[in-house]
């Protein structure tokens, strides 16, 4: 059913007026012209597509839009504020954390989620709570070290 | 060298058309017409704006920074840091001075394409020996201008210097207004002990935009009228269209059907609505039953495929053979996906008669080609840019998906994107191919005596022995088109196309013969890593033997030991590879947990450290998928892996604690890194394996069920 559905995505009041069974990642997409969340597999098994909707990771490739009529919305695009790079992504950037780049905003977002819930995680509970997100290039040993070195950093204050 | 010879006349310029436009003034271009073929424009007809003789351009702008345009494509390799790290050391400036410009095809040099770990050992030494020169030729420049002599100057962060006369110049200032073309003369390059920015890990140049969501892929970008495309898929390779019924879809708003030919394809606005509208189509195949699957497949490839050649041989094979103790076996492994994260991504947007692709390729310039041929246009009216491509590994070398977006693009009159599904993405596939290698060999004495070899369908990538063994004999089919081609396509061999996939080949064959390897240290009852080194006199592969052992802590002991340890050697371009990987296993479930891995590399001078622990890092990574789980099944043309649930690559929890040690080897050129470290990885966990359970597995992977298996028949 085509209808408005309002949202606050990366900190903005939004609307879209589309079907609402439309899935989320091709809303964000192809409407609303925000393309750091990726299609990877198209059926929650990779994680490129992660973004948080109130606080919780979610697969936008297997979600539909109407789920987030009323929350908030936090895509790779909203990380950062004024300019200034949020402490996951420096710590991304701190430990070389990528090669092809592809899966990175997903791995971005899942930590987000991870550093919210749990904000000092050990090593092990990174890996469990990151082992559906998946990266070819191997950045894997990499991305938790980020994710460690970010916690570090902020310190339970995530935003 | 003269300046005048460097400075050329305007009007040679514009014989080469106005090329980089956008340059204005400073503009100093930097050339040579490298000896290297594989560089070199392969025919004669010109692009639509750069000079055909030349491989690099830089353009030194008049704030001093640099640009450099050249014709490779990032992968997630890291070209875009390393490549400016040599420019930046050569010319002796800032690496942060650097702005590289990779492809666009209408206004990069022409390259033959990123793959074969080309970019570091080929273009190298070429782009190190322009930017070499350009110093020089600046230099001397600014000589004439101090009116004193070059040896004096000095020069630092592009800004030269007079101590004696107290002047200075910066390199943006002193080619202000001017164009400069050189042919490579020989400048030498700089040695290792004169280092500033090669040996370092910088930042790398593409890290801000990937960490931010700005890095854009061919996905990812979109042009105005934009509509995205779904292609009606046939059920299984060999399958033909009977009937299709499009009126469902053509009835869905905004939705349109195209058919060209045997291309049924949808387009909308939006790419989910485009998924739904193709959901509404309803055809019919004729199936075929070609007895063909991932289980029979390679009694088929030794029966079917080309009869190979011996490509090396010494000693007398036959006779050796007979006075000694010998074992045969088979080792096979299964087809292997690239499966990158990105799918096969395009958009393509004619305009008149010009078109724009912007593709996920490795092959920017064959694809400009092809695009050429498939529209119909002339080269000059194909632009094609290769954005940011979201992995690879030989996989993004098959242009089909650009292809179809063209021919769609101008059925519908409108630009079209058209990103693989990922179902889609396995079923047009370039695997690599399913192969069979036989191995006879003999030992006398402790020492092989005799080596017998034949490999069927994977190539000959690393396929003849490093190891000293008086007799010896090596037979395979070379890499080549025929080789590669679906069993429909005449002197094709395989139920679906296979192609390049990191290292072609050479997995396969390192792993055939470095189990072998054990089985005769076994047999010998020598400890596995003295068994090589007793059969190998080429220094640097006992030097990175040697290394990878000395890490990890290797006790000689004979095999097998129950512990789980296993060594590899291999080699491949002039890169020395030796890993040591160790296994845990449970026999009750078959599951092989890799926990530790030990790679050792010469690749010669490393350009960035932590750029190459990347290369190999992910090379561990791929080669533990192609030990372990990763296979591609099918029947009767059919593909039941479809996705990444039923094709399981390696994920946080697989990966072992990794340690990569680099060999220094100053006095050698820099080598390949993105793909020689896979090579030894499967074949070390393969001999951690069998150390293991005291039996061997002879396919890749080593699947569960596989090592059931072996355990039951042991």
């Known amino acids: 059913m085509e209808r408005t559905i309002a949202f606050n995505l990366n900190g903005k009041k939004t609307q879209v007026k589309v079907d609402d069974e439309r899935t989320l990642l091709w809303v964000l997409r192809s409407d609303l012209g925000l393309t750091g969340a990726k299609f990877g597999c198209g059926a929650a098994l990779c994680g490129s597509c992660t973004v948080i909707v109130d606080k919780e990771a979610v697969r936008s490739c297997s979600v539909p839009v109407k789920d987030i009529a009323g929350k908030r919305l936090l895509t790779i695009e909203g990380l950062s504020k004024n300019g200034q790079l949020h402490p996951l992504q420096d710590a991304f950037v701190h430990h070389n954390a990528m090669q092809c780049g592809f899966c990175t905003p997903g791995m971005i977002m899942k930590a987000y989620a991870l550093l919210l819930q749990n904000p000092k995680p050990t090593r092990a509970e990174i890996i469990r709570y990151m082992d559906d997100n998946l990266c070819r290039c191997g950045g894997h040993e990499r991305i938790v070290a980020a994710i460690q070195y970010a916690a570090a950093a902020t310190k339970g204050r995530m935003s | 060298m003269k300046v005048e010879d460097a400075i050329v006349a305007e009007k040679t310029v514009v014989n080469r058309r106005d090329f980089l436009k956008a340059g204005g003034a400073g503009l100093v271009v930097l ?12 025919y004669t007809e010109a692009p639509p704006s750069i000079p055909t003789d030349f491989n690099a351009f830089l353009q030194i702008k008049p704030d001093n920074t640099i640009t450099c345009f050249v014709g490779r494509v990032e992968l997630g390799q890291g070209p875009k840091t390393a490549l400016a790290q040599l420019v930046a050391e050569e010319l002796d400036v800032p690496f942060d001075a650097i702005d590289m410009v990779m492809v666009d095809t209408d206004v990069c040099p022409w390259d033959m394409g990123t793959f074969g770990s080309l970019s570091i050992r080929v273009l190298g030494p070429i782009l190190r020996g322009a930017s070499a020169e350009a110093r020089a030729v600046l230099l001397k420049m600014a000589a004439d201008q101090f009116g004193a002599p070059v ?9 030269i210097t007079d101590p004696t006369q107290g002047k200075r110049v910066t390199y943006g200032t002193l080619v202000q207004g001017k164009r400069i073309e050189k042919h490579l003369g020989k400048t030498p390059l700089k040695t290792v002990s004169a280092f500033k920015v090669m040996g370092k890990s910088p930042q790398r140049k593409d890290a801000i935009e990937k960490v931010t969501g700005k890095a854009q892929f061919a996905g990812d970008v979109t042009v105005p009228g934009m509509v995205y495309a779904r292609i009606l898929r046939s059920p299984a390779h060999g399958a033909k269209l009977k009937s299709a019924d499009t009126s469902a879809a053509e009835k869905m708003p905004g939705a349109q059907v195209l058919k060209d030919g045997d291309l049924i394809a949808v387009i909308h606005e939006r790419p989910d609505l485009a998924d739904k509208a193709l959901g509404l189509i309803k055809a019919e195949y004729d199936r075929p039953q070609t007895g063909l699957d991932d289980k029979t497949i390679f009694d088929h490839l030794v029966r079917n495929a080309q009869p190979p050649k011996v490509i090396a041989e010494s000693g ?5 053979d007979k006075t000694a103790n010998s074992i045969e076996n088979t080792y096979v492994q299964s087809y292997c996906s690239h499966a990158a994260i990105e799918t096969h991504s395009a958009l393509a947007q004619i305009q008149g008669n010009k078109v724009t692709v912007w593709a996920a390729t490795q092959i920017p310039f064959r694809l400009r080609d092809l695009v050429a041929q498939t529209l119909g246009f002339p080269k000059a009216n194909v632009r094609v840019i290769a954005s940011y491509v979201g992995g690879a590994f030989g996989g993004k070398t098959n242009p089909q998906n650009c292809l179809e977006a063209v021919r769609l693009a101008k059925l519908v009159g409108k630009p079209v994107q058209l990103v693989y599904r990922r179902d889609e993405d396995f079923f047009n596939e370039r695997f690599r191919p399913a192969a069979v290698v036989k191995i006879r060999s003999a030992l006398t004495n402790g020492q092989i005596t005799s080596w017998d070899y034949t490999v069927y369908a994977a190539g000959d990538g690393g396929a003849a022995t490093f190891y000293d063994i008086p007799n010896q004999r090596t037979t395979a089919v070379p890499v080549s088109a025929i080789a590669w081609q679906k069993q429909d396509t005449a002197g094709g ?10 290292m072609p080949g050479t997995l396969t064959n390192t792993f055939a013969r470095e189990s072998q390897m054990d089985l005769l240290a076994t047999k010998a009852g020598v400890d596995p890593v003295e068994f090589r080194l007793q059969h190998l006199s080429d220094k640097r592969m006992r030097r990175v033997l040697e290394a990878a052992t000395k890490q990890f802590g290797w006790k000689p002991a004979k095999p097998p030991t129950g512990k789980g340890v296993g060594v590899a050697c291999g080699t491949t371009y002039k890169t020395y590879v030796a890993t040591v990987a160790q296994v845990a296993l449970d026999k009750s479930t078959g599951k092989v947990r890799v926990e530790h891995v030990v790679t050792a590399v010469d690749a010669g001078v490393i350009v960035n450290p932590d750029g190459t622990r990347q290369q ?10 192609s030990a372990l789980s990763e296979e591609v099944g099918f029947s009767n043309g059919e593909m039941h892996t479809r996705n990444f649930d039923s094709y399981e690559i390696p994920r946080f929890s697989t990966m072992p604690t990794m340690e990569v040690v680099l060999i220094d080897n100053p006095d050698l050129a820099p080598d390949a890194i993105a793909e020689p470290p896979v090579i030894t990885v499967p074949a070390a966990i393969a001999n951690a394996v069998s150390d293991a359970i005291g039996t061997r597995l002879f396919q890749l992977p080593m699947t569960p069920p596989r090592i059931l298996q072996a355990l039951k028949q042991s």
Do not use: Y
Request: charge should be neutral; proline fraction near 9%; glycine fraction near 14%.
């Open chain 2, 151 to 159: 040896a004096r100057l000095q020069v630092s962060d592009g800004v």
């Open chain 2, 316 to 320: 007398t094979v036959e006779s050796a």
């Open chain 2, 616 to 625: 190999v890092e992910g090379c561990i990574t791929m080669g533990i998928g």
């Open chain 2, 31 to 42: 050339f040579w017409v490298g000896p290297l073929k594989a560089f070199q424009q392969p």
């Open chain 2, 493 to 502: 061999l395989h139920p679906f196309n296979v192609g390049p996939w990191r």
